[in-house]
């Protein structure tokens, strides 16, 4: 069994940054792709960002110079860096990780950019 537990959203105003974790934790032989969608109350969840197990990253066009992935294989943990933060970005973001073969979601972690 595989979790993800995501950690370090809130409010923020317009231009400001937040930082969010993904951790994961159990039975784990090796992560592929790690990454982030998100969904705004309303629409459908939509892309975001993905880094490989080597580093390589592929941002959407809507955040791309604003957020930065990472990740720590070490810690099976994943991170993004939201910087510039508009309020279209409001939205529950959720990370993913491809683990041994099978996809896994984590609980959602809201963000919300108003002044």
């Known amino acids: 069994q595989v979790q993800l537990v995501e950690s370090g959203g809130g409010l923020v105003q317009p231009g400001g940054s937040l930082r969010l974790s993904c951790a994961a934790s159990?039975?784990?032989?090796?992560?592929?792709?790690m990454g982030w969608y998100r969904q705004a109350p309303g629409k459908q969840r939509e892309y975001v960002v993905t880094i490989t197990s080597t580093g390589n990253t592929n941002y959407a066009d809507s955040v791309k110079g604003r957020f930065t992935i990472s990740r720590d294989n070490a810690k099976n943990t994943v991170y993004l860096q939201m910087n510039s933060l508009k309020p279209e970005d409001t939205a529950v973001y959720y990370c993913?990780?491809?683990?041994?073969?099978?996809?896994?979601w984590g609980q959602g972690a809201q963000v919300t950019v108003s002044s």
């Open positions: 159990g039975s784990i032989f090796s992560i592929n792709n």
């Open positions: 993913y990780a491809y683990v041994d073969g099978s996809n896994y």
